[in-house]
């Protein structure tokens, strides 16, 4: 069974600070994602990172991809508080023959604070 | 703006009830699905349709009764459910074939049972 861990799972965050959040799975797969959820509300893609060594960057944001050590991580630069959300990886289920069987993590949830 | 529409947004329902949730895109997806999302936890996955064919099914009680009518229609037909079914249902996108995987999400329906 694919299991999906993010540590930490609650942030808070100076404005102006620099964290990382990390998001490891437990099988081998090349497919990762990176979503945000303000409060009720729904999902909002952010990265899509499909090969290992991948690095995407959007903003303040850069996401990374180590399929060799089964890591992805979620780079936050200067946070403001526009980030304050839930931030969930995603992985796809190996071996599914549909894509969309993702599997999260249990979610971040960042405040960034004055 | 989500490119992936449903209605309602919030459905409160009694246990004898029966109602539907709708879901409708218009990119041309040939992947349709329903997660679900309790407070505070990452979304599960429900259904999968793909090309208007029910292709996963997360053994998912029979009081969910889903339904793709075309390819640009998802319900979600719900009948006798629990209080504990109160969540927010989400429906999800993507393109078939060689697309990277990823999932649109609607902006949800917020789902209450009495």
């Known amino acids: 069974e694919l299991k999906v861990e993010q540590n930490p799972l609650f942030l808070s965050m100076q404005e102006g600070k620099n964290y990382t959040i990390y998001c490891n799975y437990s099988t081998t797969s090349d497919r990762l994602y990176w979503y945000r959820q303000d409060p009720g509300k729904s999902l909002e893609s952010l990265f899509v990172?499909?090969?290992?060594?991948a690095v995407k960057q959007e903003g303040r944001l850069m996401a990374s991809l180590d399929t060799k050590a089964r890591l992805s991580t979620l780079h936050i630069t200067a946070a403001v508080h526009d980030l304050s959300a839930t931030y969930f990886c995603?992985?796809?289920?190996?071996?599914?023959?549909?894509?969309?069987?993702?599997?999260f993590g249990q979610g971040t949830i960042l405040t960034v604070h004055p | 703006d989500t490119e992936v529409t449903q209605t309602p947004k919030h459905l409160v329902m009694g246990m004898t009830n029966k109602k539907s949730l709708k879901c409708e895109q218009h990119?041309?997806?040939?992947?349709m699905y329903w997660y679900k999302q309790k407070a505070k936890k990452p979304p599960e996955l429900m259904f999968v349709y793909s090309y208007e064919k029910l292709s996963i099914n997360e053994s998912v009680p029979s009081r969910f009764s889903p339904e793709c009518p075309n390819s640009s229609l998802l319900n979600l037909h719900l009948h006798a459910l629990q209080p504990e079914d109160s969540a927010l249902y989400l429906c999800?996108?993507?393109?078939?074939?060689?697309?990277?995987?990823?999932?649109?999400f609607g902006e949800g329906s917020r789902l209450t049972v009495l």
């Open positions: 999800a996108s993507s393109p078939r074939g060689r697309g990277t995987g990823e999932l649109f």
């Open positions: 990172l499909l090969s290992n060594g």
């Open positions: 995603a992985v796809d289920i190996p071996g599914g023959t549909s894509y969309g069987k993702l599997t």
């Open positions: 990119m041309g997806h040939r992947a």
